[in-house]
């Protein structure tokens, strides 16, 4: 059931696994993943249950503990190391429960504009099905996703934005899509409020300056929440630097993976 980008080699330093933001895809990292693999990263972009391209013509519950555990067992599978787990968006939320329940497989957590105090679904999850399949039907909608665009970049041209529009719903598609995601809409959704101080992991938030979805003042509070992380700003970049600034994320990642990164925190040149 899982789909996945795989390394072309392994090195000796851990593994660096990509997850994704809400109802998105592995291809989030298409400018990215090549720049951490010519750094000599051994670079893994894997697509969590539900969403992606993962096989789910027999579906499966697709609630957070399935994502968790889906997760974990594609890293016993295959990976069997512990791992620099990366998470933006609502993917930080997913990193941050997986390190919570499974902390021998992580060694050090990447968090991207995390979404990561919002409660769950919250009023979504009480909605009769046919409402919720409405609104999941919007989800995927062409106006919809390039509204998204122009709240996630920074600056971003109509060729650009109708480029990532197709890019962001084209795992949509699959006659499953919208089964897994109400799924997971009724079944609540990530609430990880409670775990985000049991996280010893040493930690390196990245955030772009100019957030327009996520306000950097709540990095400020996950980087005082966390015990043993580090915080990095992006300037004129978004909600997603791994796809707006990618050169800047991949040179912070390869730091943070190599221990050359400053104690406090700093602004990067670009």
């Not at 090195?11 to 990215?32: A, I, M, N, Q």
């Not at 993962?54 to 499966?60: A, G, I, K, N, Y």
Request: proline share 6%; aromatic share 10%.
């Amino acid at each position: 059931m899982s789909s996945c980008v795989k390394p072309l080699v392994q090195s000796k330093t851990s593994p660096v696994v990509l997850l994704h933001g809400f109802d998105s895809s592995c291809l989030e990292w298409r400018y990215t993943f090549p720049l951490l693999e010519e750094a000599g990263m051994e670079t893994w972009a894997v697509d969590i249950l539900g969403w992606g391209f993962s096989d789910l013509e027999r579906l499966p519950s697709c609630d957070v503990a399935s994502k968790r555990d889906h997760l974990y067992q594609f890293w016993r599978s295959h990976i069997r190391r512990p791992i620099i787990l990366v998470g933006p968006s609502l993917g930080a939320a997913v990193a941050i429960d997986f390190a919570a329940n499974h902390p021998e497989a992580v060694e050090k957590l990447v968090l991207i504009d995390a979404s990561v105090y919002a409660e769950g679904t919250g009023d979504l999850a009480k909605l009769p099905r046919a409402l919720a399949y409405a609104g999941v039907y919007l989800l995927k909608s062409v106006p919809l996703r390039l509204y998204v665009n122009l709240l996630a970049f920074n600056e971003i041209s109509l060729s650009t934005s109708i480029d990532w529009m197709n890019v962001g719903r084209l795992h949509c598609l699959y006659p499953w899509w919208e089964d897994a995601t109400v799924n997971f809409m009724v079944s609540g959704g990530y609430n990880v409020n409670a775990q985000i101080d049991k996280v010893k992991k040493r930690t390196l938030i990245i955030w772009g300056e100019d957030d327009q979805i996520i306000s950097n003042k709540l990095a400020v509070r996950l980087h005082s929440e966390l015990p043993n992380a580090i915080i990095r700003q992006i300037p004129e970049c978004g909600h997603i630097p791994h796809v707006e600034k990618p050169n800047s994320v991949a040179k912070l990642i390869v730091e943070f993976a190599r221990e050359a990164c400053y104690e406090d925190a700093q602004t990067i040149p670009l």
